[in-house]
């Protein structure tokens, strides 16, 4: 069954460094997202990408942010200056229409320390 | 905007018995969809379960079946015959059918099957 892949499962960065991470979503599908969940708290949207542009994006994703698609298959999101904010686990989800199911990677835990 | 309310921040069950999560959302949508989401402690997010909100009747995946009601905008899961499997937290998460894409997700609840 085709899945979403998400790497590095696990990224320890420092204060101020910029990370990339990266996901692979299911081959056939249109629409990716990146959601990201503080530590014992819920599930919060970042951004969702179509079309090889952003289509909407949440007050999160502010400047430091960035998602980009530079091939067939990967999907990336960058954090240019990480804060001990940014701490979180972080979630690439695609679909293959606009209102289908949000198919979930298993996540990259970002620890900035 | 839309927001999603799962008012049992913890629930307990014995195995091999029935339990059932609450979900209550607020929206001036009239199309729309529901999802409750698995997440074990590994983290991953796994789908549970998906409703239309223009069908009636209520989706069932096996032991798993929800109580849909548009009215009262409730939306319940229901887990028949709990295994130690299920112990995970549970979010309920809503997606308009127009506009925008973005699931809004409940503070979900931690869900324990007791041996």
């Known amino acids: 069954e085709p899945e979403v892949t998400q790497t590095p499962s696990h990224q320890v960065t420092q204060m101020g460094q910029e990370v990339i991470l990266r996901c692979v979503p299911i081959s056939n599908h249109l629409y990716f997202y990146w959601y990201r969940q503080i530590l014992g708290q819920k599930v919060e949207f970042l951004v969702s990408f179509y079309n090889n542009e952003i289509s909407e994006k949440s007050e999160i994703f502010d400047d430091q942010f960035s998602v980009e698609r530079p091939d067939g298959s990967n999907f990336t999101l960058k954090i240019r200056s990480t804060k001990l904010e940014d701490s979180a686990m972080y979630f690439c989800?695609?679909?293959?229409?606009?209102?289908?199911?949000?198919?979930f990677g298993p996540g990259t835990r970002l620890t900035v320390t | 905007a839309q927001t999603v309310t799962q008012s049992q921040p913890e629930m307990s069950v014995q195995e091999a018995e029935t339990v059932t999560l609450s979900c209550t959302y607020d929206t001036s949508e009239n199309n729309y969809y529901l999802f409750w989401y698995k997440q074990p402690p590994s983290r991953q997010m796994i789908l549970v379960i998906r409703q239309e909100a223009y069908k009636q009747q209520n989706a069932t995946e096996n032991r798993f079946s929800v109580n849909f009601q548009k009215a009262a905008k409730s939306f319940s899961l229901k887990i028949s015959d709990s295994q130690l499997g299920d112990t995970a937290m549970y979010f309920c998460?809503?997606?308009?059918?127009?506009?925008?894409?973005?699931?809004?997700f409940g503070t979900g609840t931690r869900l324990t099957i007791i041996p």
């Open positions: 998460a809503f997606l308009p059918n127009f506009g925008n894409e973005k699931l809004t």
């Open positions: 989800a695609s679909s293959g229409d606009r209102a289908g199911e949000q198919y």
